[in-house]
């Protein structure tokens, strides 16, 4: 889902520029969020905004009582739900968010606590990591019911992570899978995540502008050569052209 929408998202800001306009970020490396509510900040932020802007504040945001402050975060994610589609899988997905939202606000002197704790024997480094891993869980859990296409089978799912390893579609087992497919995704993967690291240390598209004119075509041939050797040419719709 992050590949699909982040891409064609920079797709759409790389041809803005072309012709001389500059888009939002609509994506700022939401996996290394920390937290729920940091993921939302990094997350579809051209939507996220939005709803923070013309539906969240003017209900009172957060400067009311706790109460109406979950009220209107539950409002916002449920709104946000049937904004993708008019089904439960969507309701759901939106729902799971805002308890888990919910949930961080509600703990937020308990976990201030238990860090303060664990700080005495941890690393702060040790401690982040552990925060991104926890949220990357329970975000990619609450993907389940937005990538299926009905809660019979996002069930299913859940049922099959506790029951051993079984895929939900038929006719697709592990043997369909080559070898060199899973390692060549998991080479792509790590060096994502690894653009990832780097853009936390230094702007990429200014640092790859200040290097010497031979360097800067070196990559952007490169580039041009993944895309025509790796691209998927088939006639396939991201899976955001239906929202």
Not at 64 to 69: D, E, F, P, T
Not at 125 to 154: G, L
Not at 203 to 231: C, D, H, K, Q
């Amino acid at each position: 889902i992050y590949c699909d929408f982040s891409g064609y998202s920079d797709i759409a800001r790389g041809s803005a520029r072309v012709m001389g306009f500059k888009l939002m970020l609509n994506f700022d490396r939401p996996y290394f969020a920390e937290s729920i509510a940091d993921f939302w900040r990094r997350w579809h932020i051209s939507l996220s905004t939005w709803f923070r802007d013309y539906i969240y504040f003017p209900l009172g945001g957060s400067r009311v009582n706790k109460g109406k402050v979950y009220r209107n975060l539950s409002l916002v994610f449920m709104i946000s739900g049937l904004w993708h589609g008019a089904s439960w899988t969507f309701i759901i997905w939106g729902a799971l968010h805002a308890v888990a939202q919910i949930t961080g606000l509600w703990s937020a002197k308990i976990q201030f606590v238990i860090g303060n704790f664990f700080r005495k024997f941890l690393a702060c480094e040790v401690i982040k990591v552990v925060n991104i891993f926890v949220t990357f869980f329970i975000v990619t859990f609450i993907w389940i019911f937005f990538r299926s296409e009905d809660v019979t089978q996002a069930l299913k799912v859940l049922h099959n992570m506790f029951t051993g390893l079984s895929l939900v579609h038929p006719g697709i087992s592990l043997g369909s899978f080559k070898t060199f497919d899973i390692l060549l995704s998991f080479m792509l993967i790590l060096c994502m995540e690894l653009i990832h690291v780097a853009q936390s240390y230094v702007n990429i598209n200014e640092y790859i502008s200040g290097r010497p004119t031979v360097v800067r075509w070196l990559i952007y041939y490169s580039a041009i050569l993944l895309v025509l050797f790796m691209g998927k040419y088939s006639q396939q719709e991201f899976i955001y052209f239906q929202f």
